[in-house]
């Protein structure tokens, strides 16, 4: 997809903000509006457009690395509390149609809706 920003990332082989991890089917780059310090988002590197047309085995690679990530986050920098998030169409607050999931840790207070 030309004109998918998340494409082009995956296409530059570099986010435009922070890349924390990619392999073979998924790519994982920091929020570049974050709702909180490591909001983390995971997309598959092949273009789908929201849940509804992503096969199951690319959910269950993007899922695997979401737990990799988590668990990182978990016992590196001591994130305790996290959300994970996908919006699936313009009534679900879906704002780029190419598949992802948040990360977005939670602290004590903070207080912000995703
Ligand atoms: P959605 O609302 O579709 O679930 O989430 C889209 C997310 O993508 C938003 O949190 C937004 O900040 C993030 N985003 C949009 N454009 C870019 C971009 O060019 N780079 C990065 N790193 N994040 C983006
Ligand atoms: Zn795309």
């Given amino acids: 997809m030309e004109d998918c920003i998340f494409c082009k990332i995956v296409k ?3 986010a435009n903000y ?3 991890c990619e392999n073979e089917s998924v790519y994982a780059f920091l929020d570049i509006n974050p709702v ?3 909001h983390t988002l995971i997309i598959p590197k092949r273009h789908y457009e929201d849940i509804f047309d992503t096969p199951e085995d690319e959910l269950i ?3 695997s690395v979401v737990k990799k990530i988590t668990m990182l986050y978990n016992t590196k920098l001591g994130i305790k509390n996290v ?3 996908n919006s699936s169409g313009p009534e679900a607050q879906q704002d780029v149609f190419h598949t992802h999931f948040h ?3 939670r602290r004590h207070g903070d207080n912000q809706d995703v």
Avoid: S, T
């Fill in 18 to 20: 922070w890349k924390v």
């Fill in 12 to 14: 530059k082989g570099e």
């Fill in 103 to 105: 990360i977005v840790p």
């Fill in 83 to 85: 959300q994970i998030i």
């Fill in 36 to 38: 909180n310090e490591y």
């Fill in 61 to 63: 690679k993007v899922m």
